[in-house]
């Protein structure tokens, strides 16, 4: 059977070794030297992605916490491990890589939103009756990802809480819309179970392409097999006399 786009067939190249970058887990806002702000990612679906496009030949960097191969598993040799702290560490060590060559980009780093005003040098003292923060937004690091990697299959991740599955879709096109990914890798944690994982893949013509629950490790197998498919095929544009 022939796809077409716009009567225009749409090729499919053979699969070849990509260069492929991921982010994952969480990033840490400074209180003081010993107190920080951060979320409850711990990457174990980034690592599971990276462990599995390296299983199939690719070149893979994951952009992780320290922690990271201590809280979700050992990477396998091969995969090359940069480290990130901050949102601030995030963004400089993306710049970083952006000089270099990118098939597939995958962000699915848990980027803290805000971050203190004022981070204290010292120790804030514990004898305080009330401490009040003024926290500011963090940089959407998002929005720079086309100018970073203008040739790479870019993809979102988005986590939502008890959203309803319309709206969950509008939100994903958004992403999409508003910084030119090729795709959401949509999840709400009210679908989370005990190791196990549920998503959707939302592509930037509406479809919602459901990933069933399962384990990490083979929501990195479906979502590869989808993006690899994206990834193989040559889109012609229809040109009009």
Known sequence: MSIQLNGVPLCQNSGKKLNVLITAGGTEADIDKVRRITNISEGALGRAIAVEAHTRGHNVTILGPKRLPKMTGPLPNGVVHKIFRTTADLKCELEKLAKEKWDLVIHAAAVSDYRPVENSEGKISSDKDELILKLIP????????REWFDRAFLVGFKLLTNVPAKERKRIALEQIRK??????????????????????MVTPEGGAVPIPKGTKESVAKTFLDFVEKRLNVHWFKTEFS
């Open 138 to 145: 963090n940089p959407k690091l998002i929005k720079s990802f």
């Open 179 to 200: 910084n030119r990914t090729n795709l959401c890798f949509e999840n709400d944690i009210s679908e989370f179970g005990p190791g196990e994982h549920k998503a959707r």
